[in-house]
């Protein structure tokens, strides 16, 4: 059984009003209880977080490790496109992690084509909407039981 930490970045939280012919009509909160819930079956147990403040999910991010946290699946929004500070915390604490972005940045503005993330990620998983996060928790299960 390993620990797993579903971190999501701005304005994730606004998940089934925000954008929803870009993000979906899914709820965080129903995101959350869906990953939990595949969490458990595949044998883990899944912590979830968000917070529209760089600095909450650099804190996070360092204080994962000492949690117990094995691997991350990461939705850094906005932050995506501009955080040498999260990226940083995440080297810093060496934690492994799938990038997700429910939207297909690749097809969006051009700032969107650029993460500070991907090439540190164990991948990225985008495009696919909010089943991009059970999708990535099953890859991370995959890799988990690799070792
Ligand atoms: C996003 C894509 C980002 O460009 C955007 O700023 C978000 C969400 C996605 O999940 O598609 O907030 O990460």
């Not at 999501?8 to 939990?36: F, I, K, S, W």
């Not at 934690?95 to 940045?105: Q, T």
């Amino acid at each position: 059984m390993a620990r797993l930490l579903l971190l999501n970045g701005p304005n994730l939280n606004l998940l089934g009003t925000r954008e929803p012919n870009l993000y979906g009509a899914d709820t965080l909160d129903a995101v959350v209880e869906r990953c939990t819930r595949l969490a458990r079956e595949l044998g883990h147990e899944l912590v979830a977080r968000q917070s529209n403040a760089e600095h909450e999910l650099v804190d996070t991010v360092q204080a994962a490790r000492a949690q117990g946290i094995a691997m991350m699946i990461l939705n850094p929004g906005a932050f995506t496109h501009t955080s040498v500070a999260l990226r940083d915390a995440i080297a810093g604490v060496s934690l492994p992690f799938i990038e997700v972005h429910i939207s297909n940045v690749h097809a969006r503005e051009a700032f969107r084509r650029h993460s500070y993330f991907s090439d540190i990620a164990i991948g990225q998983i985008v495009g696919l909407g909010t089943l991009g996060y059970e999708l990535a928790l099953r890859a991370a299960a995959v890799r988990l039981a690799a070792g």
